[in-house]
């Protein structure tokens, strides 16, 4: 269970986000990451096996405002990353912890060319298949449908009156989750978790599969 002082710090950051305040309550900080890395490392250890995780990380406060219209210079929350073991298992996890406007989401939000490619080319050729295990209704009613950026017509090279261009306009594959305040702080919330990747594993195990083979269903690893 995550530790109840964690967000009172976070509430009094987005209320003194400047660095003259951070400094001052920099012990504060120090020990609420403490307790998000102690949580993240009780979730990682229940977590682990069945989803094929290889790390954990908790990331960092500070923001890079330099390309930002936003100058604050820290984040009002914590940000915990789950990786699957590369090269099989594709895709992650991502869980925000924010008062008020926590979230858990899973999927792949920024797919390189070559495999943003491969997987509009799975779509291209069995869209059925894809549409299928994206809108599998254990996944749909645990996670809702499918999130992410999106280009307004075909992505080059495809016919924008392909069957399945509802997914081919996609670049993310995205599934989120909200999180109440008092879900997060229940005891049972790492029971609540696993149920939540069971769900989208499925689909992870899916498009990893898709991302290490070619059209014909051979490896290419």
Not at 13 to 20: D, I, M, S, T
Not at 41 to 69: A, G, T
Request: net charge positive.
């Amino acid at each position: 269970m995550l530790n109840s002082n964690v967000f009172p710090f976070l509430e009094a950051l987005k209320e003194n986000n400047n660095r003259a305040w951070f400094a001052e309550n920099k012990s504060s900080h120090d020990d609420a990451r403490k307790h998000v890395v102690e949580f993240t490392k009780i979730l990682f250890e229940r977590l682990s096996d069945l989803n094929h995780l290889d790390n954990q990380k908790v990331f960092r406060v500070y923001r890079d405002v330099r390309f930002s219209k936003n100058k604050t210079p820290y984040k009002s929350h914590f940000g915990i990353g789950f990786h699957r073991t590369k090269p099989i298992y594709r895709g992650g996890y991502y869980l925000h912890l924010e008062p008020g406007a926590s979230f858990l989401a899973a999927g792949f939000w920024a797919p390189n060319k070559d495999d943003l490619f491969r997987i509009r080319k799975e779509i291209e050729t069995d869209h059925e298949q894809f549409d299928k295990i994206s809108n599998g209704v254990k996944l749909i009613k645990y996670w809702g449908p499918m999130k992410g950026e999106q280009l307004k017509t075909a992505p080059k090279g495809f016919d924008k009156e392909h069957l399945g261009i509802k997914h081919l306009r996609f670049k993310q594959f995205i599934f989120t989750k909200e999180i109440s305040d008092d879900m997060l702080f229940d005891p049972e919330f790492s029971h609540w978790v696993v149920a939540q990747f069971n769900a989208i594993r499925p689909f992870l195990n899916y498009m990893g599969e898709v991302l290490t083979t070619d059209l014909n269903g051979e490896p290419v690893l």
